[in-house]
């Protein structure tokens, strides 16, 4: 089998299969891709207007526009991906050892492409709407509202707690001030005084300091740590107090410092702190770090909700891909032993019985079909050896009978039962005029039909007369009934019979020349004697008595010339050859006749020069002479008949015909017998 053998009858109902020619032939699919890149680029610009352009840039879409976006994009993005695939699968099917169109290849990547598509594209619209959803409440008024509470509600606590130390800070100035007046720095009771002021205000920690030549100096403090008055008291704070700031309030950590200078004139300084709760701290911390990350969020918001439909659609498009890519492996495994098999299947066809399709070890049904194949192709090689034996067995045992049959002398026909000739032998051949070719196979009524009707006859041996190229033969026929059919044998047996004439002729020639020749000469000698003796002493009708013995002794000459004759074809003479010129041995024969015959006319018809023949002159002449004599006797017959026309003619032809020469005697006479075969009898005439 080959390619062409492997297409089989196409059993889609008629509508697809005018459908499919009319696609084939108006270029529909070249026309889908160009329509489905069009669309694409004019989705991917609308969809660019409408994300840049549409509302706020810090705001959303809504979700209902994005999913429609996406879906907008998805769907002629995942068609042109299995367009491109299908010319993919086309070409690959094109190199594949089956060739074609690939049909099981676009099949597999349109299944595998709707099986990954359809839910792939439902899952991105259920995911768009719910990732617009969720962003949608996250960047709702309401969620900014409460973010922008828990900040507001932040800054009012660190700003009380300013306040509060602003306005303990101030009073414990005073005093201060008062207590300095009173009892000086250095007076214990100002220690005492300046630590009651910590504690009844509920200070952290408290510090006089003096700022100087020498830098920061503590005249009083109360709970301080281990900090230098440099990370209490930075150059910057003490900038902002000599430029006309009555105080400075800031914020340190886990608690709120303050600074207020004493005295206008003098570099004297109040240095409090107030710790504050840690968790209260880490909480503001945090909700002013989350209001300030919503923030920037909120100004990208429209870039995160781009970038996440982004991502989407381009998970969806590689799912399509990775599914695409799955049908063309699979179909490359599906065509590669098919392809493998129709290899093979043409290799055999091409006569290469030892083509195999390799097979796996797993048991599937490829693997089945592969080892069913190569069992089969095994099995064929065996028996294709086996009838090439049987084949080369019967060519010699043919060409035997051929070489068997081909040397018989006797014709060999074998006809089946409905007498159509299967064999026929070389000797067959040239009796019958026919050739090998010719006679195989044809009706042996039109080839022979007096031996197509010697099968009807009851008699397995017989003589027939047989027409060969008009020529009547004498076929001796043995007839075998054979399984299917009969064997004919037959031998040509015209020229036996012709000898057994001619030999019967002669012995009766001989015979007679002998018991007629015997008596003749005492006949002729008692004539002539009388004559001599007695015809002087008749003298009574004295010319009766010549008359009479004249005529004995001339009749007796008559016979002795007829004995001769009979001797002479009793002994068949052998001819004397010499080189004659043909045309001049029929022109004497001609004018013997027409000397004899006026009143019938004699033409010649020979080349010039005249052919020139090895042969014996008094022979050849006689057997002219011989025919010429028959068409005269002929033209005699007819006139006998009353048939004779105005002027009888007889006209000889002689013609060179290769290494032959043919000599035509035409008469206008009654024609030859029926028995043609019987011409050559000795005294045989057309007058019987």
């Known amino acids: 089998m080959n390619a062409e053998a492997l297409i089989t009858a196409d059993s889609r109902p008629r509508w697809r299969r005018r459908l499919s020619i009319v696609l084939r032939r108006s270029r529909f699919v070249p026309m889908i891709e160009i329509g489905t890149v069009l669309a694409l680029l004019a989705m991917v610009t609308v969809s660019y207007f409408i994300i840049t352009r ?24 995942m068609a042109l991906m299995v367009l491109v695939a299908r010319r993919v699968a086309m070409g690959r099917a094109a190199r594949s050892p089956i060739g074609g169109r690939g049909r099981l290849h676009v099949r597999l990547v349109a299944l595998f492409s709707v099986i990954a598509s359809v839910p792939t594209l439902l899952v991105v619209i259920f995911a768009s709407l719910l990732f617009q959803s969720g962003t949608e409440f996250w960047f709702s008024d309401r969620a900014r509202t409460v973010l922008e509470n828990a900040d507001r509600v932040a800054q009012v606590y660190a700003q009380e707690n300013k306040d509060r130390i602003n306005r303990d800070i101030i009073a414990m100035a005073g005093d201060v001030i008062g207590y300095v007046n009173e009892t000086g720095v250095e007076s214990p009771v100002f220690a005492d005084n300046f630590f009651q002021q910590v504690v009844f205000r509920d200070l952290t920690e408290a510090a006089l300091i003096n700022v100087g030549n020498k830098g920061l100096q503590m005249i009083a403090g109360v709970n301080l740590d281990a900090r230098p008055l440099e990370k209490r008291f930075p150059a910057a704070t003490l900038t902002q107090l000599r430029g006309g700031e009555t105080r400075v309030i800031t914020d340190a950590g886990d608690r709120v410092e303050a600074v207020v200078r004493l005295d206008p004139e003098a570099e004297v300084y109040l240095y409090a702190s107030r710790s504050v709760n840690p968790q209260a701290i ?90 069913a194949f190569n069992r089969m192709t095994r099995r064929l090689e065996e028996q294709t050896g086996a009838l090439v034996s049987a084949n080369s067995q019967l060519d010699s045992r043919r060409a035997f009978i051929e070489a068997v049959l081909s040397g018989v002398t006797a014709g060999i026909i074998s006809v089946g039962t409905d007498r159509q000739v299967r064999l026929i032998n ?20 039109a080839l022979a039909p007096e031996l197509d009707r010697q099968l009807d006859s009851d008699e397995r041996e017989d003589i027939i007369q047989f027409a060969s190229g008009g020529e009547p ?62 015809g002087s002493e008749i003298t009574s009708d004295a010319g ?6 004249g005529t004995i002794v001339r009749q007796v000459g008559d016979l002795r010339r007829m004995v001769d004759e009979f001797s002479s074809f009793a002994r068949m003479p052998k001819p004397h050859f010499e080189e004659e010129p043909i045309a001049e041995v029929a022109r004497q024969v001609l004018f013997l006749h027409e000397v004899a015959h006026t009143d019938i006319a004699f033409t010649l018809d020979a080349p010039e020069p005249s052919p020139r023949l090895v042969c014996d002159r008094r022979q050849l002449g006689q057997a002219l002479t011989n025919v010429v004599k028959n068409g005269v006797e002929a033209i005699q017959q007819k006139r006998e008949e009353g048939r004779a026309g105005a002027r009888e003619r007889i006209a000889m032809t002689i013609r060179e015909r290769g290494s032959h020469l043919c000599i035509e005697v035409a008469d206008s006479g009654i024609g030859l017998p029926s ?13 019987g």
């Open 54 to 77: 549409q509302g706020d840039p810090d705001s959303l879409l809504t979700p209902q526009l994005v999913a429609m976006l996406l879906v907008a994009n998805l769907v002629p993005a």
């Open 544 to 549: 009766t008595f010549e008359r009479l013995t």
């Open 675 to 687: 028995a043609r075969g019987r011409l050559t009898e000795p005294y045989r005439t057309t007058r």
């Open 426 to 445: 070389s000797s067959a051949e040239a009796l019958l005029k026919t050739s090998k070719d010719d006679a195989v196979g044809q009706k042996l009524s």
């Open 473 to 534: 033969r004498t076929l001796a026929v043995k007839r075998v009934k054979v399984e299917g059919g009969h064997v004919l044998t037959f031998d040509d047996i015209t020229e036996q019979l012709l000898d057994q004439r001619r030999a019967a002729w002669s012995d009766v020639a001989r015979r007679i020349a002998h018991e007629i020749k015997n008596p003749l000469t005492p006949i002729q000698l008692a004539a002539e004697r009388l004559q001599r003796r007695y």
């Open 282 to 371: 880490q909480q503001i911390a945090e909700a002013r770090s989350a209001a300030s990350d919503y923030q920037k969020t909120l100004a990208r918001s429209r870039t995160l909700q781009f970038r996440f439909n982004a991502v989407l659609l381009l998970v969806s498009l590689l799912i399509v891909a990775i599914s695409i890519w799955i049908a063309l492996t699979l179909a490359d495994r599906l065509v590669r032993p098919v392809g493998q098999l129709v290899d093979a299947a043409r290799r055999v066809t091409a006569g290469d019985l030892s083509a195999r399709v390799p097979t796996s070890r797993v048991n599937d049904e490829v693997s089945t079909l592969g080892n």
